[in-house]
T-cell receptor, first 124, second 115 residues
Framework: KAGVTQTPRYLIKTRGQQVTLSCSPISGHRSVSWYQQTPGQGLQFLFEYFSETQRNKGNFPGRFSGRQFSNSRSEMNVSTLELGDSALYLCASSFGRGASGQGLPSHGSNYGYTFGSGTRLTVV | DAKTTQPPSMDCAEGRAANLPCNHS???????VYWYRQIHSQGPQYIIH?????ETNEMASLIITEDRKSSTLILPHATLRDTAVYYC????????????????WGAGTKLIIKP
């Protein structure tokens, strides 16, 4: 079956613009999490959605927002882009409720979230 | 908060066992240890997780010390395709009633498998 699909793969934007990234989870998965990855920072959790509801949110400014649709597809939006927003944005999906909060399953469920290949955002 | 510490890089010969250490000296009794890896230009891939007991699956083994302050991920027969950054993660509960957790990601170990 198809994996997690993120579009676009690459994006170049200028400071002050806004951007919308898309994530299509594995068919049947209802939970979607978003992460930001920058060199030296590792993966930083943005937010997690389950059944169109945001369940958890990381420590990012309000310029970062997201939503989930009834078909479980998710989008994240970054407004007023800054140079520091340049990063790889990863989406991960899971069948479970997302009970583990920031993107990993609780004990006993299907192990691990499945990540997409990411969207590489460059802000110039 | 639990914090993970990993060596920044390691080399391993192809066909040998790769042993990747992780220190989590402040871990508490109900905090799981997870391992993920990330191959260049791909998203992270789940490997294994554990709480107290050693665990083994088709990909790797996880050895957790008795005091739980450190763990080792073992890839028994490393191949060139195992070259990746390996992340040690501690899952910390923050709200017991609604099962919310905080993840503490290590900086990762870049494992290079050499032919």
């Amino acid at each position: 079956k198809a994996g997690v699909t993120q579009t676009p793969r690459y994006l170049i934007k200028t400071r002050g613009q806004q951007v919308t990234l898309s994530c299509s989870p594995i068919s049947g998965h209802r939970s979607v999490s978003w992460y930001q990855q920058t060199p030296g920072q590792g993966l930083q959790f943005l937010f997690e959605y389950f059944s169109e509801t945001q369940r958890n949110k990381g420590n990012f400014p309000g310029r970062f927002s997201g939503r989930q649709f009834s078909n479980s597809r998710s989008e994240m939006n970054v407004s007023t882009l800054e140079l520091g927003d340049s990063a790889l944005y990863l989406c991960a999906s899971s069948f479970g409720r997302g009970a583990s909060g920031q993107g990993l399953p609780s004990h006993g469920s299907n192990y691990g979230y499945t990540f997409g290949s990411g969207t590489r955002l460059t802000v110039v | 908060d639990a914090k993970t510490t990993q060596p920044p890089s390691m080399d391993c010969a192809e066909g040998r066992a790769a042993n990747l250490p992780c220190n989590h000296s402040t871990i508490s009794g109900n905090e799981y240890v997870y391992w993920y890896r990330q191959i260049h230009s791909q998203g992270p891939q789940y490997i294994i997780h554990g709480l107290k007991n050693n665990e083994t699956n088709e990909m790797a083994s996880l050895i957790i010390t008795e005091d739980r302050k450190s763990s080792t991920l073992i890839l028994p027969h490393a191949t060139l395709r195992d070259t990746a950054v390996y992340y040690c993660i501690v899952r910390v509960p923050i709200h017991f009633m609604d099962s919310n957790y905080q993840l503490i990601w290590g900086a990762g170990t870049k494992l290079i498998i050499k032919p």
